[in-house]
C-alpha cells in the first residue's frame, strides 16, 4: 500500500453466491464487527439480482455495492444483459471487468473487456480491470507480456483523465479458489509491472495514482503480508469475502495506520 498516492481498497467478489436474504444476514453480522475504516474504502461486489438488498442491507456503513460484470452494449436488443446506464442509474460506483471465470466460461477475450471498460467509464462507473495469467504461461515465462498485452488492450482508448477511476486487479489463474496465494513478492512484482504500463501509457502522476489490487486466495492470515508490499493497494477477494469473520480481519488488515 502506499496511501500517501492512491486509494486503499478492499473489495469482496461474491461470484454466485449468496441470495438476497443472505446478504442482508451477512451485513447485519459484519455491521456488528466493522472497524472504523478510515484507511481504506469496502466494497462489496455482489450478483446483479442481489445488488438492490445489499445496497439496502448496507445504507449508512461505509460499504459500497459493486456489480460483478457488465455489458458492452449501450442499450438494445442483447437479452439478458445489464447496461453501464442501468448499474449507475442504482447507484452503483464499482463494476469488475474481465475477471478470469467470465474470460474462462463466457469469452471474455481482451477486446470485450477493453469494450466493457470504455462502456463502463463512459457512464460514470469505476471499472476493476482483472487481469492474470495461467499456470502455464508463468511456467513459460511469459507473464509479463501477457500482462502488458492484457492491461494495454483493457486501457485502449480510456482518456488519461478518466484514469483515476479506473482500478485494476492482478488476479493470478493458479491462485484463485485454489488456496494457493501468489508469495507477496510474486504478486508485488506483476503489479509492479501492471504500474510500469500504465506509466508509459498515461505518465507517472497517473500511474503513481492508480490503485492495482491483488487477488487470488487472499485471506485473513496472508492480507496484512500482501498488503505491506508497496504496490499492492488491496485486495480483490473471493471465498474470504463470503465470511463475515474473515472479511472483516482482512478489512484490518488494510486498516492500520
Ligand atoms: P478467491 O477469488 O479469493 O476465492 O481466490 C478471488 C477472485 O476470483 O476474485
New binding site residues.
Given amino acids: 500500500m502506499n496511501r500517501r498516492y492512491r486509494k486503499t481498497i478492499i473489495a469482496g ?1 461474491w ?1 454466485m453466491n449468496k441470495t438476497a436474504s443472505e446478504t442482508k444476514a451477512f451485513a447485519d453480522e459484519l455491521k456488528t464487527m466493522l472497524p472504523k475504516a478510515k484507511w481504506c474504502d469496502i466494497l462489496v461486489c455482489v450478483p446483479f439480482v442481489n445488488i438492490a438488498a445489499a445496497q439496502k442491507a448496507f445504507k449508512d456503513t461505509r460499504v459500497a455495492i459493486g456489480a460483478e460484470n457488465v455489458s458492452q452494449f449501450e442499450k438494445g436488443a442483447y437479452t439478458g444483459e445489464v447496461s453501464a446506464a442501468m448499474l449507475k442509474d442504482l447507484g452503483v460506483k464499482y463494476v469488475i471487468i474481465g ?3 467470465r474470460r474462462q466460461y463466457w469469452n471474455d477475450d481482451d477486446l470485450i473487456v477493453n469494450k466493457k471498460a470504455l462502456a463502463a467509464v463512459e457512464a460514470g462507473l469505476y471499472p476493476i480491470i ?1 487481469v492474470g495469467e495461467s499456470l502455464e504461461q508463468r511456467e513459460l515465462g511469459v507473464t509479463k507480456e501477457l500482462i502488458d498485452l492484457q492491461v494495454k488492450t483493457a486501457l485502449a482508448g480510456i482518456p488519461a483523465e478518466k484514469m483515476r477511476h479506473v482500478v485494476i ?1 492482478y ?1 493470478p489463474l493458479w ?4 488456496g494457493k496465494t501468489a508469495t507477496a513478492e510474486q504478486a508485488n512484482e506483476v503489479n509492479e509491472e501492471i504500474r510500469t504500463v500504465i506509466r508509459k501509457l498515461y505518465g507517472a502522476r497517473v500511474a503513481r495514482s492508480v490503485t492495482i489490487l491483488y ?5 485473513e492470515k496472508n492480507a496484512e503480508e500482501l498488503l505491506a508490499q508497496p504496490d499492492i493497494d488491496g485486495g ?6 463470503l465470511v463475515p469473520e474473515k472479511f472483516n480481519a482482512i478489512i484490518n488488515a488494510a486498516n492500520q495506520e
Fill in positions: 467478489n461470484k475477471h478470469s471465470e482483472c486487479a488476479e491462485a484463485i479458489g485454489t487477488g487470488g486466495s487472499m485471506n480483490l477477494i473471493g471465498g474470504a469475502s
